[in-house]
């Protein structure tokens, strides 16, 4: 019944590997955000898909790169970690059309890299 | 620039009010919304208020849109220990959905 799920919930790795996380959603909705918050909580927008297109693309380190292979995912893979990527990411969905476009939020991903 | 930004702590006693405030630059935003986040979780909708309204009270919460200052408050009423969390003010900017978070207020309700 989880509406948007993200796998793994905790990551912890060594600088300079390559890692995925991968987001789900079963609500039917048609696009799709990555958010990346810090340490202090900040939380900041990182990329968004609709219908498996790139929309939304902030300034984001090119090792980061999204991928969706259809509606329902949209992962996320980082390579050469680095020690500022540590942070929790989440995933969220919206409908394309809704009264108040609600984001749902995924239950997020603490990464650790060490 | 876009910029939203809260007060980043309040403590308050459990069953008094609690206001917690916003300012946000964009006055072109459609909705703004109020966010809760409990510790270890994803963020969860609290409410929401569209543009052309001055306030908005759903329950025990009530929000107050002033436009000509671009101010936005959550007042939660008869707050309880559950309600200990930290609450975030987002705008809404652009066509694809696009939220603008603040800072985060971290509310503390202690006995």
């Known amino acids: 019944d989880t509406a948007v799920s993200q796998t793994p919930k905790y990551l912890v790795t060594q600088m300079g590997n390559d890692k995925s996380i991968k987001c789900e959603q079963n609500?039917?909705?048609?696009?799709m955000y990555w958010y990346k918050q810090d340490s202090k909580k900040f939380l900041k927008i990182m990329f968004s898909?609709?219908?498996?297109?790139?929309?939304i693309n902030e300034t984001v380190p090119n090792r980061f790169s999204p991928k969706s292979p259809d509606k329902a995912h949209l992962n996320l893979h980082i390579n050469s970690l680095e020690l500022g990527d540590s942070a929790v990411y989440f995933c969220?969905?919206?409908?394309?059309?809704?009264?108040?476009?609600?984001?749902?939020f995924g239950p997020g991903t603490r990464l650790t890299v060490l | 620039g876009e910029d939203v930004e809260q007060s980043l702590f309040l403590s308050v006693r459990e069953g008094d009010s609690s206001v917690i405030n916003c300012t946000y630059t964009?006055?072109?935003?459609?909705?703004l919304y109020w966010y809760k986040q409990e510790p270890g979780a994803g963020l969860q909708l609290l409410t929401y208020?569209?543009?052309?309204?001055d306030m908005k009270q759903d329950q025990r919460l009530t929000v107050l849109l002033n436009k000509k200052d671009k101010h936005l408050s959550l007042r939660i009423a008869d707050t309880q220990t559950g309600d200990s969390a930290i609450y975030f003010c987002?705008?809404?900017?652009?066509?694809?959905?696009?939220?603008?978070f603040g800072a985060g207020t971290r509310l503390a309700v202690h006995p």
């Open positions: 609500l039917g909705h048609d696009t």
């Open positions: 987002a705008e809404r900017e652009g066509g694809y959905n696009k939220l603008i």
């Open positions: 208020i569209f543009s052309n309204m």
């Open positions: 964009d006055s072109s935003s459609t909705y």
């Open positions: 898909y609709n219908n498996k297109e790139l929309i």
């Open positions: 969220a969905s919206v409908p394309t059309s809704g009264s108040n476009n609600e984001q749902f």
